[in-house]
């Protein structure tokens, strides 16, 4: 059948009994947390005028991007969770696999283009606000965005004309890989293949060249200057590496589950679903922490806009 004409079954849940109701609690306390977190960072960028700086806009765009991310996930997560039903239409199968992989791709770029803002403000900060103007960071925010969105569009046009002959996805939520390998003839999935690849050069082997450039030249700057110099990048290397490390962590997992099935099979049930929306669950709720605890000026902010009471006191 064409892949547009009946329902995706869900296979990665499992009969926990009432143990899903303490599931429930805990995945609606932490998308709620992940919402205000994220929302209130988001607002404190927007009402502080000292925070219109590159970095905090690229930082924002982040925290849209984890919103977007977990909204695309948790919902569906919770009613399938407490439901015996676990069916997906396919239209809405489609929506969450295109929400997610833009979401992934987005991620990633962002925390490349992050990363070489850091090589400029530290290795050329004379030259900083004049290469860094506000127009560029539009700019490069936008780029960010429509890339993710036109190459999974095309991406996943070349999914949805596949003829599936299986309807079993095994995982908790939709993925594009595990439905081109319900395609009922490898040669049709070839196409697909051939722009996956040149997807992961684009999303994955650019940003990481980016990445890597950028920390090199930071490293080298940061060991031929002064104690004070070197505690500066730190502070703002800091957050950003754990960041980018959680999150190329969640990725592996996450691929790994995917492509190799040998190395999982043994592990239980309950952590084989954690560790398949690792990526989507913890990096959206680490990036405020990290970047609102670690950044003083962030730090700071909150305390001047939020209520008495409402950010912690350190």
Same mark, same amino acid.
């Given at each position: 059948?064409?892949?547009?004409?009946?329902?995706?079954?869900?296979?990665?849940?499992?009969?926990?009994?009432?143990?899903?109701?303490?599931?429930?609690?805990?995945?609606?306390?932490?998308?709620?947390?992940?919402?205000?977190?994220?929302?209130?960072?988001?607002?404190?960028?927007?009402?502080?005028?000292?925070?219109?700086?590159?970095?905090?806009?690229?930082?924002?765009?982040?925290?849209?991007?984890?919103?977007?991310?977990?909204?695309?996930?948790?919902?569906?997560?919770?009613?399938?969770?407490?439901?015996?039903?676990?069916?997906?239409?396919?239209?809405?199968?489609?929506?969450?696999?295109?929400?997610?992989?833009?979401?992934?791709?987005?991620?990633?770029?962002?925390?490349?283009?992050?990363?070489?803002?850091?090589?400029?403000?530290?290795?050329?900060?004379?030259?900083?606000? $004049?290469?860094? +103007?506000?127009?560029? !960071?539009?700019? #490069?925010? &936008?780029?960010?965005? /429509?890339?993710?969105? *036109?190459?999974?569009?095309?991406?996943?046009?070349?999914?949805?004309?596949?003829?599936?002959?299986?309807?079993?996805?095994?995982?908790?939520?939709?993925?594009?890989?595990?439905?081109?390998?319900?395609?009922?003839?490898?040669?049709?999935?070839?196409?697909?293949?051939?722009?996956?690849?040149?997807?992961?050069?684009?999303?994955?082997?650019?940003?990481?060249?980016?990445?890597?450039?950028?920390?090199?030249?930071?490293?080298?700057?940061?060991?031929?200057?002064?104690?004070?110099?070197?505690?500066?990048?730190?502070?703002?290397?800091?957050?950003?590496?754990?960041?980018?490390?959680?999150?190329?962590?969640?990725?592996?997992?996450?691929?790994?589950?995917?492509?190799?099935?040998?190395?999982?099979?043994?592990?239980?049930? $309950?952590?084989? +679903?954690?560790?398949? !929306?690792?990526? #989507?669950? &913890?990096?959206?709720? /680490?990036?405020?922490? *990290?970047?609102?605890?670690?950044?003083?000026?962030?730090?700071?902010?909150?305390?001047?806009?939020?209520?008495?009471?409402?950010?912690?006191?350190?």
């Amino acid at each position: 059948m064409n892949s547009t004409q009946f329902t995706f079954i869900l296979a990665g849940y499992s009969d926990i009994g009432h143990l899903k109701y303490l599931y429930f609690i805990i995945l609606t306390v932490l998308y709620v947390s992940i919402v205000f977190a994220n929302t209130v960072l988001i607002v404190v960028i927007c009402m502080e005028r000292s925070l219109h700086e590159p970095m905090y806009l690229f930082l924002c765009s982040l925290f849209v991007n984890d919103l977007y991310g977990t909204t695309g996930l948790f919902p569906a997560l919770m009613t399938h969770l407490v439901s015996d039903d676990h069916t997906v239409s396919t239209g809405y199968c489609y929506i969450q696999i295109f929400v997610l992989y833009t979401y992934g791709s987005t991620e990633f770029i962002n925390l490349a283009v992050m990363s070489y803002d850091r090589y400029l403000a530290i290795c050329y900060p004379l030259q900083y606000n $004049v290469i860094m +103007t506000p127009s560029k !960071v539009c700019i #490069l925010i &936008c780029v960010i965005w /429509l890339y993710s969105f *036109v190459k999974f569009t095309i991406q996943l046009s070349l999914t949805i004309r596949l003829r599936l002959c299986g309807n079993v996805i095994d995982k908790v939520y939709c993925d594009n890989y595990l439905v081109v390998k319900l395609a009922c003839s490898t040669s049709d999935t070839t196409v697909n293949n051939i722009s996956g690849l040149c997807g992961i050069v684009l999303t994955v082997a650019v940003p990481l060249i980016t990445i890597v450039f950028s920390y090199i030249k930071i490293l080298t700057i940061c060991l031929k200057s002064c104690i004070e110099t070197r505690q500066k990048a730190f502070s703002t290397c800091s957050p950003h590496l754990a960041s980018l490390l959680n999150f190329s962590f969640g990725c592996f997992l996450t691929l790994l589950q995917s492509r190799f099935d040998s190395p999982m099979r043994n592990v239980p049930t $309950v952590l084989h +679903t954690f560790l398949s !929306v690792y990526y #989507l669950m &913890c990096q959206p709720l /680490l990036n405020p922490i *990290v970047y609102g605890v670690r950044m003083a000026k962030i730090r700071q902010a909150c305390k001047n806009i939020l209520p008495v009471g409402l950010y912690p006191k350190t």
